[in-house]
């Protein structure tokens, strides 16, 4: 997976406060700009915001589901 976006679930060990790297879909290269914001939306789980080449920011709310850990992606601003 080297190279590609990774998702790192958390661990809830202060310790290891990781797991091991999952992939997460693929075709992130359209993006300039990732980051993860927290909880954008209010539902208590972590969003991540991408930004395109064009300037669009995108939000993939996340599920809470480790398989499928965001949804797809909404456009919440331009420019």
Known sequence: ?????????????????????????????VYDTLFGAGDVTGDGRADLLARDRAGTLWLYKGTGNPSAPFASRTRVGGG
């Open 1 to 29: 997976m080297a190279g590609l976006p990774g998702y790192y679930r958390g661990s809830g060990d202060g310790n290891a406060p990781f797991l091991s790297r999952s992939r997460v879909g693929g075709g992130w290269q």
